[in-house]
């Protein structure tokens, strides 16, 4: 017996490619690392807002708009990052990183899991098809209870951009603080009211129809960006098959989406394209994300230009190092704390006494410790009310400087020198004048 002739008896089985969810997997875990993040955020002192000083917080920084190089090189760098990735990867932030289009999902996948899989919100009228197996009280209460709570957790949220961690814990365990505003829990209570409306009711016609950002995004979206590319030389393959069509929440079709539509790259069509092509012959799914001009070779395979794409972006890239310049820069001469002199005039005694006010503030939320040095008066001419200034945390005191009767007639300057522990140290001339006949 040949080789050949045995060789050719050996059956041939071939393997097809199983039904993946690497992709779906992908998004939900970059899904629920953005909201952990936007949570790590504020808590880890990252960013945050402190509304009493009225400035930004960075690492336990103050950042006034007096801190020019870090403001303005902070927003120049984020607004040029955001005008790249946008022209790059379209609305894909709406897909993978919203956390409006995540809670949307969840609760439609929610509802879906107690109600039915045709249990769908909808603003046009229709209302909800339940299934009749699950058309349930304890359902309908289990689904009421989850939405009520999801608000809840999600309205304490914005609470930490606002207020440290342990202010936070004060307002959620009911404790009485001072730091905590009287009108909190009514504000906590509308934030509560709003999140709970948007989960039962609007969801994603939010991103269909009333998002702001997602216009703004499409204002950078051209036939390169990225996008969901349909091979229709197989299109056979999917003939009365519509389940990429059902696996969309944004009820589109992924075999012809257009320049302009709602579809925010999700990717959720390709997996579901994949998964039913897999048992099919090919066992390779019709969707695919591309970046670039799309066009077919003889091959069928789609090959990717970004000269054009590239040359959009090209401009923003010369503003992104101007604007990470300043922001490094501002950093490396960031000061920790500012202060100021000028004169405040006792009117009860003007003829007799003058008095300056030195106003410093620290803008680290740290203790710290301010010495201050008069130079240029005589001893025994002015009276200081404190030669240290202690900050328990950020914040603004006063020191008051009174300057005796023992001046001449004449111009007289002098220093104010402040110097911290930490090496830190500035001055503060003042030139103080007394006019003839005033003693």
Not at 179 to 196: M, P
Not at 197 to 216: E, L, Q, S
């Amino acid at each position: 017996m040949s080789v050949k002739k045995v060789l050719g008896d050996i059956p041939v089985v071939v393997e097809r490619e199983k039904p993946s969810q690497k992709l779906h997997l992908q998004r939900r875990i970059f899904q629920i690392s953005v909201l952990i993040l936007i949570l790590v955020i504020p808590i880890s002192g990252l960013f945050r807002i402190d509304p009493v000083a009225g400035a930004f917080v960075v690492l336990d920084r103050q950042i006034w708009f007096a801190d020019f190089m870090i403001v303005f090189g902070f927003w120049i760098t984020t607004a040029c990052l955001l005008v790249i990735a946008y022209s790059l990867l379209g609305t894909a932030f709406c897909g993978w990183a919203c956390p409006q289009n995540s809670l949307s999902e969840w609760a439609n996948n929610i509802t879906h899991k107690l109600l039915g899989k045709r249990a769908d919100v909808s603003l046009d009228g229709s209302g909800m098809r339940v299934a009749p197996a699950k058309n349930k009280l304890l359902n309908w209460c289990l689904l009421v209870l989850l939405f009520v709570l999801v608000s809840m957790a999600f309205a304490v949220v914005p609470l930490f951009y606002f207020y440290p961690p342990a202010v936070v814990w004060s307002f959620v365990s009911l404790q009485q603080d001072m730091r905590l505003a009287g009108s909190l829990y009514w504000i906590y209570a509308i934030f509560v009211l709003i999140i709970f409306i948007n989960v039962t009711m609007i969801r994603h016609f939010m991103c269909r129809f009333m998002c702001i950002y997602k216009v703004w995004q499409h204002t950078f979206r051209t036939s390169q960006t990225l996008h969901i590319a349909y091979d229709s030389s197989r299109s056979a393959a999917c003939e009365k098959c519509n389940y990429c069509k059902t696996a969309c929440y944004l009820a589109l079709d992924p075999r012809d989406t257009g320049l302009y539509d709602s579809c925010n790259n999700c990717g959720e069509c390709i997996t579901a394209c994949q998964n039913v092509q897999a048992h099919r012959e090919g066992g390779m799914g019709l969707l695919r994300f591309v970046i670039g001009e799309r066009s077919e070779g003889e091959s069928g395979k789609y090959r990717t230009n970004l000269h054009s794409l590239f040359a959009r972006v090209a401009w923003s890239f010369p503003l992104f190092l101007l604007g990470a310049i300043m922001f490094v820069w501002g950093l490396a001469t960031y000061d920790s704390y500012h202060f100021s002199a000028y004169r405040a005039d006792n009117s009860s005694q003007a003829a007799q006494v003058v008095d300056y006010r030195i106003s410093a503030a620290n803008k680290i939320y740290q203790p710290a410790q301010l010495d201050i040095r008069i130079e240029g008066l005589p001893e025994g001419s002015y009276q200081l009310a404190s030669d240290k200034i202690i900050f328990d945390t950020a914040e603004r005191k006063d020191v008051k400087l009174r300057l005796n009767t023992e001046f001449s007639p004449g111009l007289h300057p002098f220093i104010i020198h402040l110097k911290s522990d930490d090496g830190w140290q500035d001055s503060f001339r003042i030139h103080h004048f007394v006019a003839t006949g005033s003693l």
